[in-house]
């Protein structure tokens, strides 16, 4: 009869040692007796069963394994043959081999295409990056340049207090004094600090000892 130790049991029956010691403590489960003395605590299927824990039954031996001597063998069947073995290895990985330069041959024009394309890039980069001098005065423009596209914008427009500097200034070529040019537009407020941002702006030109004069069309700008 086979008997179990408590660890043994719980595998065998999917459950804690625990449980097995309750059913034991409450009498559903019976020990078996120590086979051997100072044996621990031993119990047998049968009573794992009738104290309703799940025992599997007992495991059938494999056919498809059982090596006893009765048991006849089916013959080997025979590998192949280390010629046969290099005979069929070519045949197997050739369409792999091909394939595989086909994949290097498509990656390595790729790549080329790629180069190609970088350096391309860097050179649109470039000719968009450095600075285009204006063509000087009076010379030919090249070639498929409209005039158009290289005459200075058009000065935007004065209104104000700028338009009357403007007109009372041209009115003198010599120049005029900030002072002056408020005595004759008889406003309150200084108008140095204008006249100054409309130099900034290429409005007008300072000369010597403080005088503006108005600035050619197209200079500032």
Request: charged letters at 25%; aromatic letters at 2%; glycine letters at 8%.
């Amino acid at each position: 009869m086979d008997t179990y130790t408590i660890a043994e049991a719980s595998r065998l029956v999917g459950t804690s040692r625990g449980k097995l010691y309750q059913a034991l403590r409450a009498g559903h489960l019976q020990g078996a007796p120590s086979e051997k003395p100072g044996q621990g605590l031993r119990v047998t299927r049968e009573a794992l069963r009738t104290a309703g824990f799940p025992v599997p039954g007992p495991v059938a031996p494999d056919p498809a394994r059982d090596t006893s001597p009765d048991t006849p063998r089916e013959p080997d069947t025979p590998g192949p043959t280390a010629e046969e073995s290099v005979t069929r290895a070519p045949q197997s990985t050739a369409p792999e081999r091909a394939l595989i330069a086909s994949l290097e041959r498509a990656l390595e024009q790729a790549r080329e295409r790629e180069l190609r394309l970088l350096d391309l890039l860097a050179d649109l980069t470039r000719q968009r990056s450095a600075p285009q001098a204006p063509p000087a005065p009076g010379a030919p423009l090249p070639a498929g340049v409209p005039a158009a596209a290289v005459r200075p914008p058009a000065r935007p427009p004065l209104t104000g207090l700028r338009q009357q500097i403007v007109e009372v200034v041209r009115q003198h070529p010599e120049g005029m004094a900030p002072r002056d040019v408020r005595t004759l537009l008889a406003v309150d407020h200084e108008v140095r600090a204008t006249m100054k941002g409309m130099v900034r702006s290429g409005i007008l030109t300072r000369r010597a000892a403080g005088r503006y004069v108005v600035a050619p069309e197209g200079a500032g700008l």
